[in-house]
């Protein structure tokens, strides 16, 4: 029902920045819904955790560890999530997924359950 691609990944070296975008499709049945939707990372052998989450109303929240370097937004008109990263470090090196979900009376944070998921994008920060 949703269908999520993200874009953007990269290797990079430290100290510098990517965007990255996640292009969102639903179906229209959901047009007016409350949808919360995230950035997430996972290292090889390591559990995915969340990075950013944006709500319906513009509201965001971040990890500490990307808090000031990282920017969560988006574009409803083009249907497209963003996050923009700066000062990049190595321990940022990661598979980026976006997801979303919709809400009704959750709180849009990354500890709530995300439905759906892309396929990720590869990003590698250099030393």
């Known amino acids: 029902q949703v269908h999520l691609v993200e874009s953007g990944g990269g290797s990079v070296q430290a100290g510098g920045s990517l965007r990255l975008s996640c292009a969102v499709s639903?179906?229209?049945?959901?047009?007016?819904?409350?949808?919360?939707m995230g950035w997430f990372r996972q290292a090889p052998g390591k559990e995915r955790k969340g990075v950013a989450t944006i709500d319906r109303d513009g509201s965001t929240t971040y990890t500490d560890s990307v808090k000031g370097r990282f920017a969560i937004s988006k574009d409803n008109a083009d249907n497209t999530l963003y996050l923009q990263i700066n000062s990049l470090k190595p321990e940022d090196t990661a598979t980026y997924y976006c997801?979303?979900?919709?809400?009704?009376?959750?709180?849009?944070?990354?500890?709530?359950?995300?439905?759906?998921w892309g396929q990720g994008t590869q990003v590698t920060v250099s030393s």
């Open positions: 997801a979303a979900v919709f809400l009704f009376l959750g709180t849009c944070a990354p500890a709530q359950r995300f439905d759906y």
């Open positions: 639903a179906d229209s049945t959901y047009n007016g819904r409350r949808l919360c």
